[in-house]
């Protein structure tokens, strides 16, 4: 309906399609890459894909937040390939320690988790995202993805079991979400 | 199945540690999703978007107005060929050796070839000033001028209908002192197209009769098209 009425030329229809999906592909997009400014890019190309070109969102297809998320994997990707791995742990992450009430050990313990996502295969990191950041569920992970729901399952699973080898090759990271789970249980 | 679970890993260390480890990591990646869950694109993103979506909706209805006014020009122009030419009179006064004309040997006004006449200003080249050079370059090789011939056994037109003439290059006004001479031509039905007249299929290959109007430096200047009725 907003996308028909958007179409129709309704500033206040696209100035509400931006305000409700644009948050999700941010977010997407700063946990695949750990990137801000990349995050940005990726919003604002997104969306004006979508200006360009809006006949190529068939409403039958899915939901438009689900192709607006699947556009932007796309951009991620292609701009992930033009940045060095090594660059993407240490580019500015989200901002952990915004909320006063964080412990430095907490936004710590946080970072680390985020640098394990990061590491990740691009491929993997999509599907923990996905799943486990934005709780999506199998059937629209797939559908973001481009592929079979067993697909997403299987990488969902491939992913937790490296990301729990990396908490197991590092003891201090064992230690710090220890610590944290305590703390989130005593909180 | 939680309590079949939790009873085989209070049996089972191995299968205990990785629940455990499970657990550790589910509640990680919970908090780093809190930590991110206010995030989102700053408001000059949004002001950007809006801008190009303004700019995208003044195109459109650019298109529309233009695709209006391409569809009355060229219903003017079917009407002024297609119609009652009867109605249509030439707004330039043609010479009289062409303004009225019977059937018989066509009389070539010989062009004053200009010697050398100043290049036009580099404007646009739209359509029209590409059917003119490509109507002068004809009228000067000659494919374009029907040559004397006898005249033909068939009875004499009666009437002559003719077209205003309707100047090649867009936005260029015609001036009398500015007319070397009028040829007629004939011209497969196809080159209408140029002028934004439609063609009916079946008839593209046939030839219609047309005056072009020369300049003194034998540039093309306008074009109008001709009808003869015979009985």
Not at chain 1, 66 to 90: F, I, P, S, W
Not at chain 1, 134 to 152: I, N, P, R, S
Request: with cysteine; hydrophobic share 45%.
């Amino acid at each position: 309906m907003l996308v028909r009425q958007m179409l129709e030329g309704s500033e206040s229809a696209f100035t509400e399609l931006y305000r409700r999906h644009q948050a999700r592909v941010f977010r997407f997009a700063l946990h695949m890459s750990g990137s801000r400014a990349l995050a940005e890019e990726v919003v604002q190309e997104v969306f004006l894909a979508f200006l360009k070109d809006p006949a190529r969102y068939v409403p039958e297809r899915g939901n438009f937040g689900l192709y607006l998320l699947g556009m932007a994997k796309n951009y991620v990707l292609r701009m992930l390939h033009r940045t060095r791995d090594e660059d993407l742990e240490q580019a500015d992450g989200p901002a952990a320690g915004d909320d006063p009430a964080d412990g430095l050990a907490r936004r710590q313990t946080i970072e680390n988790i985020r640098k394990a996502v990061l590491s990740l295969p691009p491929g993997y990191r999509e599907a923990v995202v996905l799943c486990d950041l934005e709780e999506m569920d199998y059937a629209e992970a797939a559908q973001v993805l481009d592929c079979a729901v067993g697909t997403v399952r299987s990488r969902l699973h491939r992913a937790r079991a490296m990301l729990a080898e990396r908490i197991r090759n590092k003891p201090e990271l064992r230690d710090e979400l220890s610590r944290f789970k305590v703390m989130r249980c005593l909180a | 199945m939680h309590a079949e679970m939790a009873e085989h890993a209070a049996a089972c260390p191995e299968c205990a540690a990785i629940g455990e480890e499970e657990r550790l990591l589910s509640s990680a990646l919970s908090a780093l999703a809190a930590s991110t869950s206010s995030s989102e694109a700053p408001e000059e993103v949004a002001q950007a978007l809006l801008t190009e979506f303004r700019a995208g909706r003044r195109t459109q209805r650019n298109i529309r107005r233009f695709s209006w006014t391409a569809a009355v020009a060229a219903g003017i122009g079917l009407v002024a060929v297609m119609g009652n030419w009867s109605v249509l009179k030439p707004r330039l006064q043609a010479p009289p050796a062409v303004a009225e004309k019977r059937a018989g040997p066509v009389q070539t006004v010989p062009v004053q070839e200009a010697a050398p006449a100043p290049q036009p200003p580099a404007v646009e080249r739209g359509a029209g000033a590409r059917a003119a050079s490509a109507l002068t370059a004809r009228v000067r090789s000659g494919r374009g001028v029907r040559r004397p011939v006898a005249p033909p056994a068939r009875p004499e037109p009666l009437r002559e209908y003719v077209t205003e003439f309707v100047p090649l290059r867009y936005g260029e006004s015609l001036r009398l002192d500015d007319v070397a001479g009028v040829v007629r031509i004939a011209i497969p039905r196809s080159e209408l197209a140029r002028f934004g007249l439609p063609v009916a299929p079946e008839a593209s290959g046939r030839r219609i009769q047309a005056d072009v109007l020369l300049g003194v430096d034998g540039v093309a200047r306008a074009m109008r098209f001709v009808k003869t009725e015979t009985y």
